[in-house]
């Protein structure tokens, strides 16, 4: 892959706890110069950005797309998937495992890689899938307790404990505590509980409202499967990272549970995630939108909304992800309960969090933080999260000075609809960079969409993540 020389010039530059005017060199795909002191000089044939009035930051790393390659290119695929992501600042992503067919094994895993390499254009990881029987797949892909192994562009182990999309489900007690105490690396769940939900289900099936979905995936099955997947962790000192967090009880629940990797003196390191949705949208919003946005787990209440902010502050929530799942209008039309759920979300994830710390909600450190520092921490990729000598070329040039409103017809995900449609967003990408080169700019020329800058596979590469015993 390509690696470029680059140079930002006048850009306020996002550091970990202030920002500074300044210039940022990048050299053969690395940052190689950082100054705010004095000016650098370009260098002959060095490509120059003038980055006078916007935001310098890391490139953002997004730990949870579903971009549904192989099986269902109608929805999205990884080249669209990829130029979304870059529209939106993400310079990384960490893909799931429910495509068509299911990716549970090693030659699966090795078909999303040679794909991702011939068609992305930002860096990429995998996630392997959980089955009841499949053990020995897993361990060939991120090793055994004694042996842990990290392929480059393999993350970790889904477990789907609670059925969403696809065929992926795992809620048996032997069959969970044989993959918890068989294999190493991060497993990621998502974290319902199937009996509960069977359950429940009888008491909501007739109904057709979307006010049914939140009643019906209540609260308590979220935090039934949560306890149970720490307990799980707990007792077999397995890594663990819970999906999506949507509920208020989980959040407090987990308090004092999860944290940082380097918080963490002995036992199993367990972490989480929000989303953008779960912390923009509530009941409101889904009785106006209907099944826009519809997802599982569902969007919930004011007060779970309330909580999960204040998760995010006090540190028992970790990071942000999307889980970018989309569907067509066509399938979204269907109304509940036929309408599948999921939406897409890494376009306007930034540009949500950014219009939060605009409206001083958070700042703009922790929404770096939560989208670019933390995750690459969570999953020990290298080179990734900061900028800082050394570390990859992978940057975004941000405007937090003009807002504009989130319209269906800029869409690139292949869907070509967006969750925020209406909303005015403060936080635009101008300009997203991976590994020094320049793939997707949005300026007075090219409109509010913005324009791709390279060919499908020109530039990104499988992420390099250590392996967790």
Partial sequence: ?????????????????????????????????????????????????????????????????HFRDPGQPEKEDLYSGSVAAASGGITSFLDMPNNVPSITDLKGMQGKLDTAASKCITNYGFFIGATPDNVEDLQEAVGTPDKPIAIPGICGIKIFMGSSTGTLLVNGQDALETIFSGTAGLIAVHAEDETRMDERWEMHKERTDMAAHAEWR?????????????????RHGHRLHILHLTSGIEAEWLQGITGMPDSFDSGAIITTETLPQHLTFDELDVEREGTRLKMNPPIRYAKDKELLWKGLKNGTIQCIATDHAPHTLEAKSKGFPKAPSGMPGVETSLAVMLTHANEGTCSIFDVVNWMSAAPAALFQMQGKGKLEVGYDGDIILVDMENTAIVQDENSWSRVGWNPNRGRELTGWTQLTVVGGVPVFQRNHKTGQKGEVMVSAGEVGEALVMLPWS
């Fill in 218 to 234: 209540d609260d308590q099955t979220a935090l039934i499967a949560t306890k149970r997947a720490v307990d799980l962790a707990q």
């Fill in 1 to 65: 892959m390509p690696k470029g020389n680059l140079l930002v010039t006048n850009a306020s530059i996002v550091l970990e706890s202030e920002i500074l005017v300044g210039d940022l060199r990048i050299q053969d795909g690395i940052i190689h110069e950082i100054s705010t002191s004095t000016k650098i000089e370009a260098k002959e044939g060095e490509l120059v950005v003038d980055g006078t009035g916007l935001h310098l930051m890391p490139g953002m790393i997004d730990p949870q797309v």
